[in-house]
């Protein structure tokens, strides 16, 4: 059982940066697949970005590629989400996803694809 706790939203202005955390329980926590999704009202899950374990490789979505950088602390068990340059259509619920599996391929793009979720913690950018 992997237990994920989400910390770091707010509300900021366009232009505005925001750090999100994720702290992870588990052994293995370096090996994991551990991404983010976002999620804003009447809309499915959308993917952000990953970070697989194990030195696999990071992958962003178009939408937020440039302006977010994800890193991890292996030694914390926590992965963090850098957001700069944040924009209006930026807003929502920013979920912590994390699968014990290194997903290949595109895997990581899919939310069903992560076992643990945190709790979301909500983000909101003003125009």
């Known amino acids: 059982q992997v237990r994920l706790v989400e910390s770091g939203g707010g509300l900021v202005q366009a232009g505005g940066s925001l750090r999100l955390s994720c702290a992870a329980s588990?052994?293995?926590?370096?090996?994991?697949?551990m991404a983010w999704f976002r999620q804003a009202p009447g809309t499915e899950r959308e993917f952000v970005v990953a970070s697989r374990g194990s030195g696999g490789g990071t992958y962003y979505a178009d939408s937020v590629r440039g302006r977010f950088s994800v890193s991890r602390d292996n030694a914390k068990n926590t992965v963090y989400l850098q957001m700069n340059s944040l924009k209006p259509e930026d807003t929502a619920a920013y979920y912590c996803a994390a699968s014990t599996e290194i997903l290949y391929n595109t895997r990581y793009r899919n939310y069903r694809n992560y076992d643990y979720w945190g709790q979301g913690t909500q983000v909101a950018v003003s125009s």
């Open positions: 588990g052994r293995t926590f370096s090996s994991y697949t």
